[in-house]
């Protein structure tokens, strides 16, 4: 008992016994089915049972744990010098492969990574990276020998470990890779060749951010330790067994400062291992948070050669490790609205789930450490660059930095900013040279300046990207190399972040030109920052939701759900080809949603969305039937299938119709693709029209009517009748007739004498990227005439388009085409036009009008008028019409 005690004592005096501890444990498990973690306490599941738990110190704990299935890796991406992409050079047996999790400080000021006062060991000197993971946290595997694992764990319990990124390290958990694993990574791995040709050359000094090859593949990860069958390798585990617990033993006196001075010799009898064995278990449930710092002399070090931390042959680099930063700097503090107008349009082009952005402000551009904290820095001000923040952000540049300047400034090496006042906010049309040689052009506004290069040298870092289209090809945007260690910039005196609304144009010409071009500015920005380094993928795709069964007449929907009672299967569930739907009371955590199979919920209590607001659709919707029970959904496949097992069904009286936020495989004419982003106003309606009445005698009739309700719907508002919404035929919504933001798909099924007909429409309301949306052409109308008018929503635009259909059939039914031809006419874009016939060199006719079936009619010169016919094509129907034979 008094040895016991003794023992336990010292340990508890001497702090440099929790490194043995580490290092003793770490070295007898890691061949074992087993894992090593070391966390912060506040980490989620760190709460392991008291019987795992191995030390506990400060707020830091390190434990063993069972092997346990990783099973979200599917966007891990190799490093480029990973050891993946060398295959005979992976994870020697001895080695442990391991991941890290880092976070970023949360602060506007990106805080330094706290370490004690004890000597600071840097993450990558002792391991290999081989993939990272960008997010929050920031993930990375690599691979350590054992005693370097032993090392940075070490480290990490004693608050002295540092990330070469500048984060600050959350957890650390062994990892077992599968031989599956590394065959698929193996395989997504860039081939050496690709690398030499697409990869800047990298030294030991290398800060820069270095993005790899995506693994696209599920990978078979779990938590354990070592790279072998335990089974297999058992006998090699007896045999070596002996000669790693003599070395440990040394190590152990070594590392410890135990020595000539403390050695109690316990080594030295059975009886005694076995006490030191049974004071280790008991000690490991001790918290070591009150022992007090020893002198220097008595405090562990780690080796100082790193054993074997990177793979043989490889450089060593910064990991790519910058977390995931994009700061902005727009110069004084009063540029609110600047910095919030390029965080805009960055989060539409870059995958919001994998960076962080934030503004540099102004005093933090000297005192905050965000040099090593940062992927891309933005400078977006036009004020003048200071001395102290020009040597800043070259700096940054040296350290492997990318830099984005958005009419700044800020310009190094041989190029100077030339003033031309001429051009200063003025709309002018550039040419734009791509990755794959080629160019585009497009109208952008100019900030008034452009770059000439101050001498030109044979081996310039200096490569022109757009210029403008003039005589002079005066130069716009630049790339620029800088230092050897990867840093780039691209500089550019046009406007590349400024959207339609952050642009104060002077004519209706501006408006339009920079309107036309707002799809190719995206996709030129997007190549800039794919070029820089970051990822422009598309964000997965969101899951799908439950639906609401929500209805703007209460006694409507108490009628709708005794219908139900009598209609659903024992299931609950009204099956069809396309979607069975399965009807339940409130939403459950666990129902089901999935493209053949979803749930919808009947109580309408619990309902609430920020995408939709039910009270708004029925204060604007003023129907007899149409639109008077609704399904919605945040996310759907496309709303044109939610109602095909009903619509056959339900009596006539009862309007159905479907509305979603966003599709995922939204329906347009012919097959094509309706992209849905969020903004959208997307719906399906069905209604049923009788085939002996003067609509169902002229069915392709529908889609013009759907057509001039939703121009209607938008310019029958006070205030609100000149906003340039139109009809092209025959089923598009135009903004004048330059650029098209709605669209209509009808879809009919003749049943005995009845028409049941679907009508999916949609247009968009408030997504002013990639083309153009109402709410744009309403802030157009304020700026040009002075108005106040409010900007729009899908619910309210919706309800007034089914309104407005309604009475158009109405009238349609009484009156028939002339009832409605003269209101379509007021607002469609093709009087007077010209198109050709049969094709592109055919003869030339004007069209004149629709006739009685909907079907385009035009005069050719010396033939009189005819009416025409699509040739089939699914992009352009105004294209080779085609005159049918008599």
């Keep these: 008992m008094l040895i016991t005690l003794c023992y336990l004592y010292l340990w508890a005096r001497w702090g440099p016994c929790s490194a043995a501890l580490i290092r003793r444990t770490v070295r007898r498990l890691h061949r074992s089915r087993c894992s090593f973690t070391f966390c912060c306490r506040c980490c989620r599941r760190a709460a392991p049972p008291d019987e795992r738990v191995c030390l506990r110190l400060g707020n830091k704990v390190f434990f063993t744990d069972e092997a346990q299935l990783l099973d979200d890796l599917n966007r891990w991406s190799l490093l480029l010098i990973s050891p993946f992409i060398y295959p005979d050079k992976l994870l020697e047996a001895e080695h442990i492969a391991f991941v890290t999790e880092s976070i970023s400080a949360q602060t506007d000021n990106l805080q330094k990574v706290p370490v004690s006062s004890k ?77 030499s040709r697409n990869s800047t050359q990298m030294n030991e000094a290398t800060p820069t951010a270095t993005l790899g090859t995506t693994a696209k593949s599920k990978l078979g990860v779990v938590e354990s330790v070592g790279q072998g069958d335990p089974e297999a390798e058992e006998k090699s585990k007896l045999e070596k067994e002996n000669e790693y617990e003599d070395e440990s033993n040394r190590l152990s006196d070594k590392e410890t400062g135990f020595g000539e001075h403390h050695h109690l010799h316990l080594s030295s009898c059975h009886e005694c291992l076995q006490l030191e064995n049974s004071t280790i278990e008991s000690v490991r449930f001790a918290s070591a948070e009150d022992i007090p710092e020893l002198s220097d002399h008595c405090n562990s070090k780690l080796e100082e050669n790193g054993g074997d931390c990177l793979a043989t042959g490889m450089k060593r680099v910064n990991l790519a490790g910058k977390p995931p930063n994009v700061l902005i700097y727009v110069g004084s503090e009063t540029a609110k609205v600047e910095f919030d107008q390029v965080k805009s349009i960055l989060l539409e082009c870059i995958d919001a789930d994998n960076y962080t952005i934030y503004q540099l402000h102004e005093e933090q551009v000297l005192k905050a450490p965000w040099i090593d904290n940062a992927l891309l820095l933005i400078i977006a001000t036009e004020e003048p660059i200071s001395d102290k923040n020009q040597e800043q952000f070259m700096k940054f540049l040296s350290k492997g930095g990318k830099i984005l300047g958005f009419s700044s400034s800020f310009t190094f090496g041989g190029i100077q900013i030339k003033r031309i006042d001429e051009l200063k906010k003025t709309i002018h049309e550039l040419v734009v040279s791509k990755t794959d040689s080629t160019e585009v052009k497009l109208n952008l506004l100019i900030s008034g300046c452009i770059f000439e290069e101050v001498r030109k040298e044979c081996n310039s870092k200096v490569k022109p990207l757009s210029h403008l289209n003039n005589a002079d090809k005066d130069v716009v945007i630049v790339h620029l190399l800088y ?55 598309l964000s997965e795709i969101p899951p799908l939701t439950p639906i609401y069964l929500l209805s703007s007449d209460e006694e409507i929907h108490f009628t709708f759900l005794k219908w139900l009672e009598e209609n659903v299967n024992a299931e609950g569930l009204i099956e069809s080809s396309k979607v069975s739907l399965k009807f339940v009371s409130s939403c459950e955590s666990k129902m089901e949603t999935t493209p053949s199979l979803m749930s919808v919920v009947t109580e309408m209590g619990n309902f609430s969305s920020e995408h939709f607001s039910l009270e708004m659709y029925q204060q604007n919707l003023q129907t007899k039937k149409l639109g008077k029970i609704l399904l919605f959904t945040e996310v759907t496949t496309t709303t044109m299938n939610l109602l095909d097992g009903l619509m056959f069904k339900l009596p006539e009286e009862m309007g159905l119709i479907a509305i979603a936020v966003r599709q995922t495989q939204g329906k347009g004419r012919g097959g094509n693709v309706w992209l849905s982003p969020m903004g959208c106003a997307l719906s399906t309606l069905h209604i049923t029209v009788p085939l002996h009445s003067n609509l169902g005698q002229r069915i392709p009739f529908i889609q013009h009517l759907v057509s001039l309700a939703m121009v209607e719907s938008v310019r029958s508002i006070p205030g609100y009748e000149d906003i340039e919404l139109r009809v092209k035929w025959p089923n598009d919504i135009y903004y004048s007739d330059l650029m098209k933001l709605g669209g209509v798909l009808v ?66 039914q009484e009156k028939g085409p002339n009832g409605v031809l003269p209101r379509y006419y007021k607002y469609w874009i093709h009087s007077g036009k010209q198109v050709h016939l049969y094709n592109e060199e055919g003869p030339i006719a004007w069209i004149v009008g629709i006739d009685d079936y909907g079907f385009l009619q035009v005069h050719e010169e010396g033939k009189g008028v005819e009416s025409v016919h699509p040739d089939g094509n699914s992009f352009d129907m105004l294209r080779n019409l085609i005159i049918p034979k008599h």
């Design 747 to 812: 879809t009919s099924t003749l049943i005995e004498t009845t028409f049941h007909i679907l009508i999916g429409f949609g247009f968009n309301v408030n997504n002013s990227n990639p083309t153009i949306c109402i709410n744009d052409l309403i802030t157009k109308f304020n700026k040009e005439e002075g108005t106040k008018l409010k900007p729009l929503t899908a619910d309210c635009l919706i309800a007034r388009t089914v309104t407005v259909l309604e009475r158009l059939i109405d009238i349609f």
């Design 119 to 195: 000597e600071v060991v840097k993450w990558s000197d002792y391991c290999s990276p081989l993939a990272y993971k960008p997010g929050e946290p920031y993930k990375l595997i690599a691979e350590a020998s054992v005693d370097n694992f032993s090392n940075l764990g070490i480290a990490f319990m004693e608050d002295r470990l540092q990330m070469d990124n500048g984060m600050v390290p959350h957890k650390i958990v062994s990892v077992h890779l599968q031989e599956s694993t590394l065959k698929e990574l193996t395989q997504v791995a860039p081939s050496v060749n690709e690398m």
């Design 483 to 537: 230092g050897d260690n990867g840093g780039e910039a691209i500089l550019s005196q046009v406007h590349l972040e400024l959207d339609i609304n952050s642009v104060d144009f002077q004519t209706e010409q501006d408006f339009n030109l920079l309107k036309m071009s707002n799809t190719k500015r995206c996709e030129v920005l997007k190549e800039i920052l794919v070029s820089l380094g970051l990822s422009c993928e």
